[in-house]
């Protein structure tokens, strides 16, 4: 009877040491980092996204310049409320200096911030809002400016008058939320002859679900002549729509952040403006901000990085290139 | 039951074998420098394991069910639908105990539901617990109004407080409640007569029935109890949230019956153990918690949960032939 101990001990034993051997590849540059540098995590909503891309950009750009250590780390899933705040308590368990964290929910990610400003672990919000006041510092676009500027930019399009969509993104991600009420708030002031044919649909979290919910409202008002969209993967998925039906191009179309698919659109005239915020000033300013911090100097409590409109005739000045198309070669994993 | 018959070493085997398993995860990052003080830590360890009540109130569940050959891909929709009805019922000025009440029956309803098609309607489970899982998410969402539910903080938000009150309770009530049906959960698998009813049904439906065992309410029966099980899990997934999401845990089906294959469940029946499942529960989320703390990226980690599911598996096969 022991034979079978013995192997199942090698295979458990061989196993692990084949999971340590792999897994330890990825950490081997922090290997030699002194016990002094500073160690801080930015915790994104997703890892896939383009605009995260770019805020790890930033964020890597302020670790080389200010000599920290960033860990760069988000939910498992996309947008899981539950497992990014199992995130930011194995960030708090592992004893970081500071958290740099783009919340899911401003409500949801509440506590586990209080507990990490317990453990004096300080904590900067970055691109969507938290309630109450126990972070730092506030790193975001001021969304409700980009929706402004979206609205003017269809509503002078239109000429003021028109039929048009407002897709929403996902209840509960503020900074959406926050651009649908800047764009909704505008388009019923200022562009009275705009009719909004929708104004309560949900494109869901992903592309397809933003491209069914589209496919789906385009066969009901065949006639819309404008769409605002509020992120990228509900404006990629709105255009993929929209090109389906032969409709791309003909109706007005200003969407929110950007990707080369989007960027292609737009140059195309598929897509009349995209909103482009500055994710990588974002991540930069965040780690820049904790690191403000951690160090004892004093800190805005709100920080806003800004928003332009990009379009066809704008989109090759240096300036809208850069963040239409942003350098991410810096990204290593 | 031949497993009865085993040998000292077989059954010692049987018995920690899952143990293995997750005291090589545990010496795999305490052995690593850079985590090793940190990961070691009580605080630590009292994190991981109230990330882990969720899945493991569910697994308690599915354990049930999947010794009893059936399956239940509904059950992370069913602790979503609890979560909203929880804060639902919060929201619009229900006593704290109501609304968890509440949210623990409607989990134990859509279960009764899942037995009831699956009995009556001789359908597979698989196929059922299928449409059903499609079913409770939308009405989650439907209840909800397609966003989540912001539900003033009470002491149910307590439940999964890290820091509980009254301080001498060491750890969450969330953990308290997992130990405490676990245990349960134990005794009536091994020393109830109902749950060795349970075995039997897995073990072969047939001869289970030509013997004389009431395979239908066995079966309506387990399913009533894990979707009890679910809608608890859904109170503790909305006292960690503050908030009822209906878009939450979705995928965590897996998690769930992973947790028990990891413990020595068989996804063909009549096999699998409470001890087992828990044990996989806590491999999975110290895995979690280990890659989280090195900072490894998410793929590393799923890679890892991927190849411990098989290995756990091909281990279990490996046991039987041999025992």
């Not at chain 1, 409709?247 to 929110?256: E, Q, R, S």
Request: charged share 20%; glycine share 10%; proline share 4%.
């Amino acid at each position: 009877m022991k034979s079978p101990v013995f192997k199942i001990l090698v295979i458990g034993l061989g196993a692990a040491l084949a999971f340590a051997a792999c897994a330890k590849k990825p950490s081997e540059p922090s290997g030699s980092e002194t016990a002094k540098t500073l160690r801080i995590a930015v915790i994104p909503k997703g890892t896939t996204h383009e605009f995260w891309k770019s805020i790890h950009a930033g964020a890597i750009r302020a670790e080389g310049e200010l000599g920290v250590k960033v860990i760069w780390k988000g939910p498992q899933k996309e947008d899981d409320r539950a497992q990014q705040i199992t995130v930011v308590e194995d960030f708090i368990s592992s004893g970081v200096d500071g958290i740099v964290l783009a919340p899911l929910d401003d409500r949801a990610l509440m506590r586990p911030v209080q507990d990490a400003v317990r453990e004096k672990i300080p904590v900067v919000i970055i691109d969507s809002a938290l309630q109450g006041s126990d972070y730092a510092s506030y790193v975001a676009t001021d969304n409700y400016k980009g929706g402004v500027l979206a609205a003017r930019r269809l509503g002078e399009l239109l000429k003021g008058r028109g039929r048009i969509f407002l897709i929403r993104y996902q209840e509960g991600s503020a900074s959406t939320v926050q651009r649908e009420a800047g764009f909704y708030d505008t388009v019923t002031k200022e562009f009275p002859g705009i009719v909004l044919l929708v104004k309560d649909q949900y494109a869901g979290a992903t592309t397809e679900t933003a491209y069914q919910l589209a496919e789906n409202l385009i066969s009901r008002f065949p006639d819309v002549e404008g769409v605002f969209t509020p992120n990228e993967s509900s404006t990629f998925g709105t255009l993929r729509a929209l090109q389906e039906s032969r409709l791309a191009g003909k109706v007005v179309f200003v969407g929110f952040d950007s990707s080369p698919k989007l960027v292609q659109g737009l140059r195309d005239g598929d897509i009349h403006g995209l909103v482009i915020q500055n994710p990588a000033k974002m991540g930069y300013l965040g780690v820049k901000t904790i690191v403000a911090i951690l160090r004892g100097e004093p800190v805005e409590k709100v920080i806003d990085t800004g928003v332009v409109l990009a379009t066809k005739d704008n989109m090759d000045s240096p300036e809208i290139k850069a963040l239409l198309s942003p350098d991410l070669t810096m990204i290593k994993d | 039951m031949s497993r009865q018959r085993r040998t000292g070493v077989g059954r010692a085997l049987n018995l920690f074998g899952p143990f293995i398993g997750l005291l090589l995860v545990i010496a795999l990052f305490a052995l690593i420098p850079e985590v090793q003080g940190r990961f070691l830590r009580a605080a630590n360890f009292k994190s991981v394991a109230t990330q882990s009540v969720i899945v493991a109130l569910g697994a308690l569940g599915m354990t049930l069910i999947i010794i009893s050959g059936g399956i239940d891909l509904s059950a992370a929709s069913n602790i979503a639908l609890a979560s909203v009805i929880t804060a639902y019922a919060i929201n619009a000025g229900a006593a704290p105990i109501l609304a968890i009440l509440l949210g623990v029956l409607t989990g134990g309803l859509v279960g009764l539901v899942n037995g009831g098609l699956v009995t009556r309607l001789r359908l597979v489970p698989f196929i059922v617990t299928m449409g059903m899982m499609g079913i409770a998410r939308g009405a989650a969402k439907w209840i909800a109004g397609n966003q989540k539910i912001d539900a003033p903080m009470t002491w149910v938000n307590e439940l999964m407080s890290k820091s509980p009150r009254p301080p001498w309770l060491l750890l969450a009530p969330g953990i308290w409640i997992v130990i405490l049906f676990a245990v349960a959960m134990a005794v009536l698998l091994k020393y109830t007569v109902f749950g060795r009813h349970i075995f039997a049904v897995g073990s072969n439906e047939a001869t289970a029935r030509l013997c004389g065992l009431r395979t239908n309410q066995i079966k309506i029966l387990v399913y009533a109890i894990s979707g009890l099980f679910c809608g608890l899990s859904g109170v503790m997934e909305f006292s960690r949230l503050t908030v009822g999401d209906p878009t939450v845990a979705v995928g965590l089906e897996l998690d769930i019956i992973a947790a028990v294959v990891i413990g020595g469940g068989s996804l063909s029946g009549g096999e699998g153990s409470i001890l087992g499942t828990m044990v996989g529960v806590l491999i999975m989320s110290f895995l979690r918690n280990g890659c989280t703390m090195m900072g490894w990226p998410n793929y590393i980690q799923e890679i890892i949960i991927g190849a411990i599911i098989i290995v756990a598996v091909a281990l279990d096969r490996l046991r039987h032939r041999t025992a």
